[in-house]
């Protein structure tokens, strides 16, 4: 039957030389190395004792309760962070500058939630920026434990609160038609047209950016929204029902004509 080698390796008496080794394999290769003679280390447990004092023993892998937030950040980065850009650089922007500092050095097994809940509140940000920190956070406890570096269990982030999470710091102000009309004679062009695109198309501002003039059907009276520009960076679409065709007015389609002509 073979013999299974100590995964540690072993500590051996070498008659010959009169001074104790240690045996250990790496990658299919033993390896020795002397430890000291009778004199020095009486014991084969002594001679233990000083293959741990010398380091020699190979490292344990790192437990669960060892992970840090900062090793679960660097590998959900490179793992399962967010494809769409803007997305992407909103997500590094709350690590680097709230969730880092503060966590980034803790263990994971050791962040509860009742001191993760008073650091949110005590943030110098608006309620939904808040929810995108926590919602971050969750995240991260949920990869966590499917890279089973902490074990399967209740997110401790679910137990923190954001209160007045759905309170808006400024109110959207909505304007009458009369008011919109009055807006679209100050803007000069490109400005108006985009402006009339949005609000009569219900376009985001990313999406009408990214609009070109292939993207128009001048015939069929539609135009294609295939794409959407963040921070001159081009993308998808946020969500795949935005990607869809539109119905365009004459009169908003004689506009796009005119301006393409000038």
């Not at 013999?3 to 010959?16: A, E, T």
């Not at 967010?82 to 500092?101: C, E, F, G």
Request: hydrophobic share 40%.
């Amino acid at each position: 039957m073979k013999r299974v080698r100590h995964s540690r390796g072993s500590v051996l008496f070498d008659k010959g030389r009169g001074t104790w080794r240690f045996l250990q394999w790496t990658n299919g290769k033993r390896r020795s190395q002397t430890i000291g003679t009778k004199q020095e280390f009486s014991t084969k447990a002594a001679a233990w004792r000083e293959v741990e004092r010398l380091g020699l023993l190979p490292r344990k892998a790192s437990s669960p309760s060892g992970y840090t937030m900062k090793a679960l950040v660097a590998r959900y980065q490179a793992e399962r962070f967010p494809v769409r850009h803007d997305t992407a650089q909103m997500y590094r922007s709350w690590l680097k500058n709230h969730i880092l500092p503060k966590w980034g050095d803790q263990l994971l097994s050791a962040i509860q939630p009742q001191p993760v809940e008073l650091w949110l509140r005590g943030l110098a940000l608006a309620p939904k920026s808040k929810t995108h920190v926590r919602s971050i956070m969750h995240s991260l406890f949920e990869f966590a434990m499917f890279a089973c570096v902490l074990e399967l269990g209740r997110n401790p982030i679910s137990l923190v609160r954001n209160v007045g999470a759905t309170h808006k710091v400024r109110q959207a102000r909505n304007l009458t038609v009369e008011q919109f009309q009055a807006l679209l004679k100050e803007l000069p062009e490109p400005f108006g047209t985009l402006a009339l695109c949005c609000a009569t198309m219900g376009l985001r501002i990313s999406e009408a950016l990214g609009l070109r003039w292939g993207d128009v059907d001048w015939l069929g009276s539609q135009i294609n929204v295939e794409r959407a520009i963040v921070a001159q960076h081009v993308d998808a679409t946020k969500t795949r029902g935005s990607k869809k065709t539109i119905g365009i007015s004459p009169e908003l389609l004689e506009r796009l004509r005119l301006w393409k002509q000038s």
